[in-house]
């Protein structure tokens, strides 16, 4: 069939390249990623049918816009579509980004419907409460001797291998406060 259209519609030589991985990866991930790299202006592309482009219609308008502005034609052989700048492949490109956007709102629908029932059913949601212990806490000695001779906050985390805000969260917890002189409590 992909040779058939490939003559009847004078697009020259074919290359064939045929996919193998799993249709649940990214198409970024998958042989087609590397097809898109190679393809020029100009240049003509043939599926089976425009499903196959991705798993999802979101990644197949995502194939499709790039082959649009990459000004690649894209040639479907199961429903004789051809994409290649003329009216007809601008009205179908239109109507998948409105299937598309239908698409994504169901997806978003369904997932904010999941986290309700999950909310319902008393499941707690988000990253999950952290066991209070911090890699800091059997410095702490260390640290208050260093807070006391006055080093600095950037000086006390690069010692101890963390960031500055995360030292900075961890005295807030345990009330520390660099001593500043004769001021110190």
Request: glycine share 8%; net charge positive.
């Amino acid at each position: 069939d992909i040779l058939h259209l490939a003559n009847e519609k004078g697009l020259g030589k074919v290359r064939w390249v045929e996919e193998h991985a799993s249709g649940r990866l990214s198409w970024r991930k998958r042989e087609i990623a590397q097809v898109f790299e190679e393809l020029q202006p100009g240049d003509n592309l043939i599926v089976s049918e425009l499903s196959r482009l991705g798993r999802s219609m979101l990644e197949c308008m995502e194939i499709l816009s790039i082959g649009s502005q990459k000004q690649i034609n894209i040639y479907a052989v199961k429903g004789n579509w051809q994409l290649d700048g003329s009216i007809q492949s601008k009205i179908l490109a239109m109507a998948f980004a409105m299937a598309a956007e239908i698409e994504r709102d169901l997806i978003s629908q369904r997932t904010r419907e999941a986290l309700a029932a999950k909310k319902r059913a008393g499941i707690k949601l988000g990253r999950p409460k952290g066991s209070g212990k911090s890699k800091l806490d059997k410095y702490r000695p260390e640290i208050e001797a260093l807070l006391e001779t006055g080093s600095t906050q950037r000086y006390i985390a690069s010692r101890f291998d963390t960031t500055e805000s995360n030292l900075s969260r961890w005295m807030k917890k345990h009330k520390l406060r660099r001593y500043r002189g004769k001021n110190k409590p």
